[in-house]
Nanobody, 123 residues
Framework: QVQLVESGGGLVQAGGSLRLSCAAS????????MGWFRQAPGKEREFVAA?????GNTYYADSVKGRFTISRDNTVYLQMNNLKPEDTAVYYC???????????????????WGQGTQVTVSS
């Protein structure tokens, strides 16, 4: 069993930065691939970024490439730079055992989810 708790969300102006954190409990945390997803009001949940259990592989949505960076140690981080109003959403971290690169992009492959943290970017 893994419990995930996100933090670091808030209100920021366009062009600003935030760093989200996802703290995990559970003995097998270091064995899990981790992902960040987001959901804006009235929209479906979408993939943002993911990182393999070793940290050696990272994956990004095209909309955030070059602006967001995912990393991990005992916590998973999402560094978000040059934020845009369209980045406004509730951000969720998720964990799973993943074996294929295509699985990282789909929320249906993730077993555990956090409660989410709100990110609001004003124009």
């Amino acid at each position: 069993q893994v419990q995930l708790v996100e933090s670091g969300g808030g209100l920021v102006q366009a062009g600003g930065s935030l760093r989200l954190s996802c703290a995990a409990s559970g003995r097998a945390f270091s064995s899990y691939a981790m992902g960040w997803f987001r959901q804006a009001p009235g929209k479906e949940r979408e993939f943002v970024a993911a990182i393999s259990w070793s940290g050696g592989n990272t994956y990004y949505a095209d909309s955030v490439k070059g602006r967001f960076t995912i990393s991990r140690d005992n916590t998973v981080y999402l560094q978000m730079n040059n934020l845009k109003p369209e980045d406004t959403a509730v951000y969720y971290c998720a964990a799973s055992f993943l074996t294929r690169p295509d699985q990282y992009y789909s929320g249906s492959y993730y077993y555990y989810w956090g409660q989410g943290t709100q990110v609001t970017v004003s124009s």
